[in-house]
């Protein structure tokens, strides 16, 4: 089994600066490791995802995140933000078995808020 | 390619009531997923078909849920009665069978039971 935390509800930031949402996971197995965001009205489109190699990863929109796997951790990192930024960010786990199409288990969301 | 379709977007019913909530994978997309968002809460696995069998249902919450997949093409989820508690936002996923990591969700079905 796997959980998911996302320690921060809420981040709020000013456009240009830097952000960093975290994420930490629990797994007895390896893991595929992902960022979906909401943006308001729409649904839950992938960010970027970890799946092996490189511990750094980058997506789209100018966002990157770093797989630690001592810390278990999946921060996300933007080094400047926009006021389009402004959405919900999700941090999901999927377990590995070979080919894919498992379930994914969310974390519950951070509120990124870009303010002038 | 046209995404994933869900309808429809919002859905207010009285407790006690049906509602019939439809997915239309992305063509070709064999694996499909129902998910559910709780105000406040984390986004839920419901359950995931392959083609049209059900794959895994362990996230089903109980037996007022039904969902069927016609043909392995489109999904619809069934709640009977609805709940006060069965209210949130329930999102459907798909993928190709093999090699693909992260799905591409729908817009979702916003469910308010009063």
């Known amino acids: 089994a796997q959980s998911v935390t996302q320690l921060d509800s809420q981040v709020p930031v000013f456009e240009e600066a830097p952000v960093e949402l975290r994420c930490n996971y629990s797994?007895?197995?390896?893991?595929?490791l992902f960022w979906y965001v909401q943006y308001p009205n729409q649904g839950l489109q992938l960010l970027l995802k970890y799946l092996s190699g490189s511990t750094l990863v980058k997506g789209i929109n100018g966002f990157e995140a770093e797989f630690n796997k001592s810390q278990t951790s999946f921060h996300l990192r933007k080094p400047s933000v926009h006021i389009s930024d402004t959405a919900e960010y999700f941090c999901a786990v999927e377990g590995y078995v070979t080919g894919g199409g498992n379930k994914l288990t969310f974390g519950t969301g951070t509120q990124l808020k870009v303010e002038l | 390619e046209a995404g994933v379709t869900q309808f429809p977007s919002h859905s207010v019913i009285e407790k006690g009531q049906t509602v019939t909530l439809r997915c239309d994978p992305i063509?070709?997309?064999?694996?499909l997923y129902w998910y559910r968002r709780v105000m406040g809460k984390e986004i839920k696995f419901l359950l995931h078909f392959v083609k049209e069998s059900k794959q895994d249902e362990s996230g089903m919450p109980n037996n007022r849920f039904l969902a069927e997949r016609t043909g392995g093409t489109y999904s619809t989820l069934k709640v009977q009665p609805a709940e006060l508690e069965d209210s949130g936002v329930y999102f459907c996923?798909?993928?190709?069978?093999?090699?693909?990591?992260?799905?591409?969700f729908g817009s979702g079905t916003r469910l308010t039971v009063v």
């Open positions: 996923a798909s993928s190709p069978l093999w090699g693909t990591y992260g799905y591409t």
């Open positions: 063509s070709g997309h064999d694996n």
């Open positions: 797994s007895s197995v390896s893991v595929y």
